[in-house]
């Protein structure tokens, strides 16, 4: 009987045991449920506007106002001046025979550039000595008839006639004498070969003559073509419509892509009368002094600046990039948010962007827009 009272309080002991290790012993804290709930996302009907449980989990900021001028910026090519561009031209035909430029070389006014041997020059110079002695002819002989017309030994008529042929000799002569210096010859040093000089200063933009190359005179290519680099053009295509945005004797920022972080000024001096029919753009010329710099041919960026315009300035983080496109959020009432396009422009001080198009200043927007787009992809 004894053993079984014992037994029998073991037992219970063992079951006191495992109900006190059940009830008694503390309990860990459930951190998942003291957390509060994450929000829900509700799409609407309208794919970009999206309801959410917690609205204030998604802080907003206030688009500010920034005062700026509106900006184009196009590309362009920096051209030489036709008005500071002379092509070089031979007048006398022949062959070439010495030159002494090259393509790219910057040459001054009277500089000899290539030399032609031309039987222009040898029949030229053979009119000019038959002319002067036609003329000494004609003077000698007028001087004869002079005497005699004073002694009254020839008539009126005789006497004229021979005045007449002593003038008809000294046209003859300026008109040799006259032909060649056009040819680049002179009557002081006559030659077969002609000296082909600079016109201007400048750089040789175009050459097409080589050494014992044929020059065919005014009929032909010309030889070479300067072009003073001082002044330069700047071509512009601007499309149809951001024409609004250029006006004409205005000021445009140039940056060659070369020279990345320098400036150069310049002035609006042509806008195209036509438009490219395939680019639906019109060539916009603009005069730069060039400070030196400044190919023919290099790749640049104008910035074309129109009126002063006030514009929204929202934190950086409130922009939202997808599909190519810069997005803000607003709020829409009820709890909701809607997904706006916006044009954003530079950035700005203190992690700010400018807005140019899209919102309003004093406009409310979700200060992180990709909190929030992330959310909504969950």
Not at 138 to 150: C, M, N, P, S, V
Not at 203 to 219: K, Y
Request: charged fraction near 20%; proline fraction near 5%.
């Amino acid at each position: 009987m004894k053993g079984k009272v014992t037994l029998y309080t073991a037992l219970l002991f063992t079951a006191a045991l495992f109900f006190v290790g059940c009830d008694g012993a503390p309990k860990q804290k459930d951190t998942a449920a003291e957390a509060p709930p994450p929000a829900q996302i509700v799409r609407e009907g309208d794919a970009s506007v999206v309801h959410v449980d917690q609205p204030e989990q998604f802080p907003l900021a206030t688009a500010g106002g920034y005062s700026a001028a509106s900006e184009l910026v196009a590309t362009g090519v920096v051209a030489p001046d036709i008005s500071r561009t002379v092509p070089v031209i031979s007048v006398a035909s022949g062959r070439v025979v010495d030159i002494r430029a090259r393509l790219g070389d910057t040459v001054k006014k009277g500089q000899v550039l290539l030399r032609v041997q031309s039987s222009d020059i040898s029949g030229a110079f053979s009119d000019y000595r038959k002319a002067i002695a036609d003329e000494i002819l004609a003077t000698k002989q007028f001087d004869r008839a002079k005497g005699l017309y004073d002694h009254g030994a020839i008539s009126l008529n005789d006497f004229q006639i021979a005045e007449d042929a002593q003038n008809k000799a000294k046209v003859d002569v300026e008109t040799t004498t006259e032909k060649l210096r056009v040819l680049g010859s002179s009557v002081d040093h006559p030659s077969g070969i002609v000296d082909i000089v600079a016109p201007i200063s400048g750089v040789i933009t175009d050459q097409q003559v080589t050494n014992a190359a044929g020059v065919q005179g005014l009929s032909a290519t010309n030889p070479f073509t300067i072009s003073d680099l001082s002044d330069v053009w700047i071509i512009c295509d601007v499309y149809e419509n951001d024409l609004s945005a250029v006006r004409l004797g205005e000021t445009a920022d140039i940056r060659l892509n070369a020279y990345p972080d320098q400036i150069i000024a310049g002035k609006i001096s042509n806008i195209g009368a036509v438009l490219d029919p395939a680019l639906r753009a019109a060539k916009v010329r603009i005069q730069v002094h060039n400070p030196g710099m400044m190919r023919p041919g290099m790749f640049v960026s104008a910035t074309f600046h129109g009126k002063k315009e006030t514009r929204a300035s929202v934190p950086a983080s409130a922009i939202l990039h997808l599909h190519d496109r810069d997005w803000v959020y607003v709020p829409a009432g009820d709890s909701k948010f809607r997904r706006v396009p916006v044009t954003a422009g530079r950035n700005l001080p203190d992690k700010m962007q400018e807005i140019v198009s899209g919102i309003n200043p004093g406009d409310k927007i979700v200060s992180n827009a990709l909190v929030l787009q992330s959310t909504v992809e969950q």
